[in-house]
C-alpha cells in the first residue's frame, strides 16, 4: 500500500472517532432517594409513615430523549425496610426492571442500586415501588420520554399524575379486606340491602349476585379519603392563553382507582395511549385504567379556565386541575352508578362486544350521542402492528376471578402462590384471552412488552403495556416474544396482584 493511501486510511480513521465522540448517546443521571416522613395530602389527617421520593410525593418526573443513555441511582433512605422501582412501560434489559428478587436485587436499608438503560422509545410512561404496597404510600411519578424528532406541534407539556390517597395506612387496608372484602362499602355508602333491592326492583339480581360471592358491581374495594392530580385534590396546573396548544401526558398511577378524566365541556383530541401515538381520536371523557397513561392536545379556545377533572369510577370524590385563566369552566358531575344494575351476559361474546357502551348501561349512566367514553375498542393504531404469519402462535385462556368474601384473587383457579410461570419460546406470537368472571375491572399489565389489543380495527389494532377487563367482560392479546427474561404480568389493582393475580412470563 503507498504511502499516499496509508495516510488516507488514517485521516479517515482519525475522522470517524472524532465523529463517534460526538455523536454518541447523552447519558442523563437522576438520583432518588426514598424515605419516610409526615404528610398530610386529604387535608383531615397527617399521617407518618408515607413514603416519599427526594421530599414529595409524587415523585419527581424524569424527563429523557429518545436514545439517551438512563443512569438513574435509588437510594434506599428507609431505616427498617427495602424498596425497589419499576419502570412501567419502558423496554429495557430484565435485570434493570426492578422487580425484587426476581429480575433486580432488592434496595435494602441504606443502600443504593444504579438502573443504567437505553432509551430506545418516546411517550408518557411511569415508574413506581414494585414492594409491598409502597405504591400506594408514595412511590410513584411520571417518566417522560421525547421522541428525537417533534413531530407533533404543540406550545406547552403538561403532566398531570392522578392518585388515590387512604389516610389509613395500606397494611391495614390489607388487612381489613382480609377479613371482609366489602369492609369499605360502609365508608363509601354503598351497602347493598334487601330493601334496596326491593326498592330498585332488583331483587332476583341481588339475590344471583350474593350467590355467586362477588356482591353486585365492585367499582373499587378501597374507601379512600382523597383523589389527587400531582399530590392535590385542587389545584391551577398551568396558566395559558387562547391559541396556544399543550399537550397534556396523563398517567393514572392510582393504586386501586380507575377514573372518569373530562375537560371542562369540551371533547379532548386524543393522540396517544400507553405512549404510543395512535390515530387521533375525539373524545368527551376517558375511562382510564390503573397504569393507562393517555395523551391530550389540547388548543386554548378562550380566556378562560377549564377544569380538568379526574372522577374515581364508583363515584366517591374527584380531583380538580385547572387550565387557562379568567371565568373557571367546570366539567359536568357523574351520575352514581345502580348498585343493583344487572349483567347483561347476553352481549358478552369474546371480544365482539363494546364495552365502554356495557360500563355505561351497568352504572346507569345517561349517554348522549354527543358524549363518547373512550376506551381501548375505540383506538386505532397509526400504522400496521400485526405480526408476520410465519410465526409459530401460542395460544393461551387467562380467567381471572377471585372471591370478595376472602378476598382472594386468581388466575385459571391459582394465585401467584400456587402456579407461579407461564412458560413460552422466543419468536412465538403469543396470544392471551382473558376471561373476567368477576363484577370488577381488571387492568392486566405485562413488563417489558407491548401487546396489540385486538379490536375492530384489526392490522391496526392498537399497541399497550396495559388493558381493561371488564366486568363479564373478555379481552385477546399478542405479543412477540422477542424480549427474552422472566416478566412478571398481573393486575395492576395493587390489592388484586398482592392477594394472587399475578403471574411471570418466562423465556
Known amino acids: 500500500m503507498c504511502i499516499s493511501m496509508k495516510k488516507k486510511f488514517f485521516f479517515q480513521f482519525i ?37 416519599m421520593v427526594n421530599g414529595g410525593i409524587p415523585a ?35 435485570e434493570m426492571d426492578g422487580v425484587a428478587y426476581v429480575n433486580t436485587p432488592p434496595i435494602h436499608p441504606g443502600q443504593s442500586y444504579t438502573f443504567r438503560f437505553k432509551i430506545r422509545q418516546h411517550g408518557t410512561f411511569w415508574y413506581h415501588s414494585h414492594t409491598m404496597l409502597q405504591e400506594q404510600k408514595g412511590v410513584y411519578g411520571a417518566f ?11 406550545d406547552k407539556d403538561l403532566v398531570v399524575v392522578l392518585s388515590d390517597w387512604s389516610d389509613e395506612n395500606a397494611d391495614q387496608i390489607v388487612k381489613n379486606l382480609r377479613k371482609d372484602g366489602d369492609f369499605y362499602l360502609y365508608k363509601k355508602d354503598s351497602v347493598r340491602s334487601w330493601l334496596g333491592a326491593i326498592q330498585a326492583h332488583s331483587l332476583g339480581n341481588f339475590l344471583h349476585n350474593e350467590w355467586i360471592g362477588m356482591g353486585g358491581m ?35 398511577a392510582a393504586a386501586s382507582s380507575y377514573f372518569y378524566v373530562s375537560l371542562g365541556k369540551l371533547s379532548m383530541k386524543v393522540i396517544s395511549a400507553d405512549g404510543i401515538d395512535i390515530e387521533p381520536v375525539e373524545a368527551k371523557e376517558l375511562l382510564m385504567g390503573m397504569a393507562e397513561t393517555y395523551d391530550v392536545l389540547f388548543e386554548v379556545p378562550q380566556k378562560k379556565n377549564y377544569e380538568l377533572r379526574a372522577t374515581s369510577q364508583d363515584i366517591t370524590g374527584f380531583t380538580s386541575g385547572w387550565i387557562g385563566e379568567g371565568v373557571k369552566v367546570s366539567a359536568e358531575d357523574k351520575t352514581l352508578p345502580d348498585l343493583y344494575a344487572p349483567m347483561d351476559h347476553a352481549t358478552m361474546d369474546h371480544g365482539t362486544m363494546d364495552h365502554s357502551k356495557m360500563d355505561h348501561s351497568m352504572m346507569n349512566h345517561d349517554m348522549t350521542d354527543s358524549v ?46 400456587q ?43 392498537p399497541l399497550k403495556h ?39 412470563v418466562k423465556y
Request: hydrophobic share 35%; net charge neutral; with cysteine.
Open 15 to 51: 475522522f470517524l472517532v472524532f465523529l463517534s465522540f460526538f455523536v454518541q448517546a447523552k447519558t442523563v443521571h437522576y438520583d432518588l432517594n426514598i424515605s419516610k416522613g409526615q404528610i398530610n395530602l386529604s387535608g383531615k389527617k397527617t399521617v407518618d409513615w408515607a413514603l
Open 60 to 94: 419527581p418526573t424524569l424527563e429523557f430523549t429518545e436514545g439517551d443513555d438512563a443512569e438513574i441511582v435509588v437510594h434506599n433512605q428507609l431505616s427498617d425496610e427495602e424498596t425497589s422501582v419499576h419502570w412501567h412501560g419502558l423496554l429495557l434489559p430484565p
Open 144 to 154: 417522560i420520554i421525547h421522541p428525537k424528532e417533534k413531530k407533533i406541534k404543540y
Open 218 to 252: 365492585d367499582l373499587s374495594d378501597v374507601g379512600y379519603d382523597a383523589f389527587l392530580i400531582n399530590g392535590k385534590q385542587n389545584s391551577q396546573l398551568l396558566n395559558t392563553k387562547p391559541g396556544e396548544k399543550i399537550r397534556i401526558r396523563i398517567i393514572n
Open 372 to 417: 363518547q367514553t373512550l376506551t381501548v375498542d375505540k383506538i386505532k393504531a397509526k400504522i400496521k402492528t400485526d405480526f408476520p404469519k410465519k410465526n409459530p402462535t401460542y395460544d393461551l385462556k387467562l380467567i381471572l376471578d377471585g372471591s370478595m368474601q376472602r378476598y382472594i384473587w386468581h388466575i385459571n383457579g391459582k394465585a401467584i402462590y
Open 419 to 461: 402456579d407461579r410461570n407461564i412458560i413460552i419460546k422466543e419468536g412465538d406470537v403469543v396470544r392471551f384471552t382473558f376471561e373476567n368472571k368477576t363484577m370488577m375491572h381488571h387492568p392486566m399489565h405485562l413488563h417489558g412488552h407491548f401487546f396489540r389489543v385486538l379490536n375492530s380495527n384489526n392490522e391496526y389494532s
Open 466 to 504: 396495559t388493558v381493561d377487563v371488564p366486568p363479564h367482560g373478555t379481552r385477546t392479546i399478542e405479543f412477540l416474544a422477542n424480549e427474552p427474561g422472566e416478566w412478571m404480568f398481573h393486575c395492576h389493582n395493587l390489592y388484586h396482584m398482592k392477594t394472587g393475580m399475578a403471574r411471570f
